[in-house]
């Protein structure tokens, strides 16, 4: 398992986290997805190493932006 964190701008509210949850535990290998509010942090447990692109087009259909990882 890897476990790897984003930095996500945009953010703001609950329905934001059940957004960025959906959309990236979508993501084929994807198992947890812990997201923190706060610092904006997103932290995704996977099988495998994801590509960034991938995570961020999961963070575009939620409506959020990828800023770094």
Not at 26 to 33: F, L
Request: include cysteine.
């Amino acid at each position: 398992m890897v476990t790897t964190t984003y930095q996500v701008q945009g953010m703001t509210c609950g329905h934001c986290v059940n957004s960025v949850s959906a959309e990236v535990g979508a993501i084929p290998g994807v198992s947890d997805v812990q997201v923190d509010l706060a610092s904006g942090r997103v932290s995704v447990t996977s099988e495998s190493p994801l590509d960034t692109d991938t995570v961020r087009a999961a963070m575009d259909e939620a409506g959020y932006d990828l800023v770094g990882a």
